[in-house]
């Protein structure tokens, strides 16, 4: 029995300023659940836990990245995603969280505009 998780929709700046204001712990807890969402996207994110041993967690975020790049931004360059993580990290949760609300939020049906010639 498989239950569908809902991706959770976050304002960026809430969650730089959780992160500051907790000195980072936010920004595990926040890796931890976007990891779930894009794991019930279809992605295959390890466990959080090879976050915390040193050398397996280039192989954690190697993963993260590609689940990024191919569920939710559809493209197939995870190793530029990695590599902006790797030496820019901070501006992951921009992305990261945009597209995951973007992936989120409805889409809106194709709308019929009817003009008077």
Known sequence: MSEERVIKERNVFMVYFLMFITF??????????TKEDMNS?????????LLVLPGI???????????????????????????INFF??????????SGLNESSSPKPQGQISSQAA
Do not use: H
Request: aromatic share 24%; net charge neutral.
């Open 24 to 33: 980072g712990f936010y920004g595990i807890y926040w890796s931890v659940s």
């Open 41 to 49: 996207l279809g992605a295959e994110i390890p466990t959080a836990w």
């Open 57 to 83: 967690n280039l192989y954690w975020l190697y993963k993260y990245s590609e689940a990024y790049a191919c569920q939710v931004r559809k493209s197939n360059d995870p190793m530029v995603w990695f590599l």
């Open 88 to 97: 820019v990290g901070f501006v992951t949760p921009a992305f990261v969280q």
